[in-house]
């Protein structure tokens, strides 16, 4: 049975393509004139973005609490000096700091063996009453987003308690916790000292399990 390749046809299918994109070109422009004839010009306003209320409200409140919580610098600084002018002072003052700046090692050597120590006040008085009076701890955070994020200090003591507690008194804040474990070659009154600070502060932490404790941890 003969065949026949229809060589015609896909000619003229493809004619048709091309005629059908032409037309559909045209009626597209006129779509479009069609369209722009309906549309009206619009003039942007301006747009203000207001922050939600609650955030709003919570900006304000971080805002006046960081002008009401601000300390005195100049009463903390006269009270924390107040309660140490009178313990003992170094000796110290005799050094001829010339001699030790020209380089004279003679004299570095002979100092060297008077180093500066420091001991704890015998007389100490332990109750709460005396330890806010000597130092100044916060009773309040800072500004509402520092009370929001508290921290959690861990050290391991075991000597110089009135240094500690003047330290604790610089980074006190009411919303964080302290753990202070007391090492176990620590003498029998550090470790009363520092039992008594701690029951004067809900946030301070004394484990009563005692470990010696070395260089290495």
Same mark, same amino acid.
């Given at each position: @049975?003969?065949?026949?390749?229809?060589?015609? $046809?896909?000619?003229q $299918?493809k004619?048709e393509?091309?005629?059908?994109?032409?037309n559909?070109?045209?009626?597209?422009?006129k779509?479009?004139?069609?369209?722009?004839?309906?549309?009206?010009?619009?003039?942007?306003?301006?747009?203000?973005?207001?922050?939600?209320a609650?955030?709003?409200?919570e900006?304000?409140? =971080?805002?006046?609490s960081?002008?009401?919580?601000?300390?005195?610098?100049?009463?903390?600084?006269?009270?924390?000096?107040n309660? =140490?002018?009178?313990?003992?002072?170094?000796?110290?003052?005799? =050094?001829?700091?010339?001699?030790?700046?020209?380089?004279?090692?003679?004299?570095i050597?002979?100092?060297?063996?008077?180093?500066?120590? *420091?001991?704890d006040?015998?007389?100490l008085f @332990?109750?709460?009453?005396? %330890?806010?009076?000597?130092?100044?701890?916060?009773?309040?955070?800072?500004?509402t987003e520092?009370?929001?994020y508290?921290?959690?200090y861990?050290r391991?003591? *075991?000597?110089? *308690?009135? =240094?500690?507690?003047?330290?604790?008194?610089?980074?006190?804040?009411?919303?964080?916790?302290?753990?202070?474990?007391?090492?176990?070659k620590?003498r029998?009154?550090?470790?009363?000292?520092?039992?008594?600070?701690?029951?004067?502060?809900?946030?301070?932490? %004394?484990p009563?399990?005692?470990?010696p404790?070395?260089?290495d941890?």
């Amino acid at each position: @049975m003969p065949t026949s390749i229809p060589e015609k $046809v896909n000619v003229q $299918v493809k004619n048709e393509g091309k005629d059908n994109k032409k037309n559909e070109g045209k009626e597209d422009k006129k779509d479009k004139g069609k369209d722009h004839d309906h549309k009206k010009d619009v003039q942007l306003k301006k747009v203000v973005a207001f922050p939600p209320a609650g955030l709003k409200d919570e900006i304000k409140e =971080i805002a006046k609490s960081d002008k009401e919580f601000k300390p005195d610098l100049d009463e903390i600084n006269e009270k924390i000096w107040n309660s =140490i002018k009178n313990e003992i002072r170094h000796k110290k003052e005799r =050094i001829d700091c010339k001699r030790i700046i020209k380089g004279d090692e003679d004299y570095i050597k002979l100092e060297a063996k008077s180093k500066l120590t *420091y001991t704890d006040p015998r007389n100490l008085f @332990m109750d709460c009453r005396s %330890i806010k009076q000597r130092n100044y701890f916060l009773e309040k955070p800072l500004s509402t987003e520092e009370g929001k994020y508290p921290l959690a200090y861990a050290r391991i003591v *075991y000597k110089d *308690y009135r =240094i500690l507690e003047a330290e604790l008194a610089t980074n006190y804040r009411p919303q964080n916790l302290y753990c202070f474990a007391i090492d176990s070659k620590a003498r029998e009154l550090f470790g009363k000292r520092i039992r008594s600070l701690a029951k004067c502060f809900k946030n301070i932490i %004394i484990p009563n399990i005692r470990y010696p404790v070395d260089r290495d941890g």
